[in-house]
T-cell receptor
Framework: DGGITQSPKYLFRKEGQNVTLSCEQNLNHDAMYWYRQDPGQGLRLIYYSQIVNDFQKGDIAEGYSVSREKKESFPLTVTSAQKNPTAFYLC?????????????FGPGTRLLVL | AQSVTQLDSHVSVSEGTPVLLRCNYSSSYSPSLFWYVQHPNKGLQLLLKYTSAATLVKGINGFEAEFKKSETSFHLTKPSAHMSDAAEYFCVVSDSGGFKTIFGAGTRLFVKA
């Protein structure tokens, strides 16, 4: 089955700890995205990547880091600098084109602070 | 600059009655517009998208939306609600290149038996 997988489904972070969220896709998409979702708000873009070894900051990149060493993988690290990390994190991918491309979403990871 | 406004945070309908979820947008260019649905603790799934072809767009599960440039609206409708339609719905606007994508705040649809 083609699609996007995210792991883990739930993740707990202690104060001062960095945690990494996994995102893998087998859709052969060039573009991948990370979004943060808070209750009552739409999705906000954290980072996106159009090609391996390249990525761009989105609207709320502070306190987060990413890497894109392989086309199918785009892990997100939530660093200790992110003071309010509790949220639902969604990864997506798409082809690159004219802007009408559908984004395909993973099932999400819920991050909670202990 | 782009923006998208979903006019209702919550909509409640009875099963078998029509659904209307309202979305207004602003964009400096010819936008692409999307509706996505999210069931609890799940990712988003595309319902339909407008890409400057026909202004009435049909999507999955009986949903459709009409692009009205004069009103800068892209409202989502369904003639008859089903219990399984209960979810959160997001209106999305995207400019060329796809990386200027703005999500609305979402409308939660409740369906009563």
């Amino acid at each position: 089955d083609g699609g996007i997988t995210q792991s883990p489904k739930y993740l707990f972070r202690k104060e001062g700890q960095n945690v990494t969220l996994s995102c893998e896709q087998n859709l052969n998409h060039d573009a991948m995205y990370w979004y943060r979702q808070d209750p009552g708000q739409g999705l906000r873009l954290i980072y996106y990547s159009q090609i391996v070894n390249d990525f761009q900051k989105g609207d709320i990149a502070e306190g987060y880091s990413v890497s894109r060493e392989k086309k199918e993988s785009f892990p997100l690290t939530v660093t200790s600098a992110q003071k309010n990390p509790t949220a639902f994190y969604l990864c997506a991918s798409s082809v690159i084109g004219t802007g009408a491309e559908t984004q395909y979403f993973g099932p999400g990871t819920r991050l909670l602070v202990l | 600059a782009q923006s998208v406004t979903q006019l209702d945070s919550h909509v409640s309908v009875s099963e078998g009655t029509p659904v209307l979820l309202r979305c207004n947008y602003s964009s400096s260019y010819s936008p692409s517009l999307f509706w996505y649905v999210q069931h609890p603790n799940k990712g988003l799934q595309l319902l339909l998208k407008y890409t400057s072809a026909a202004t009435l767009v049909k999507g999955i599960n009986g949903f459709e939306a009409e692009f009205k440039k004069s009103e800068t609206s892209f409202h989502l409708t369904k003639p008859s609600a089903h219990m399984s339609d209960a979810a959160e719905y997001f209106c999305v606007v995207s400019d060329s290149g796809g990386f200027k994508t703005i999500f609305g705040a979402g409308t939660r649809l409740f369906v009563k038996a």
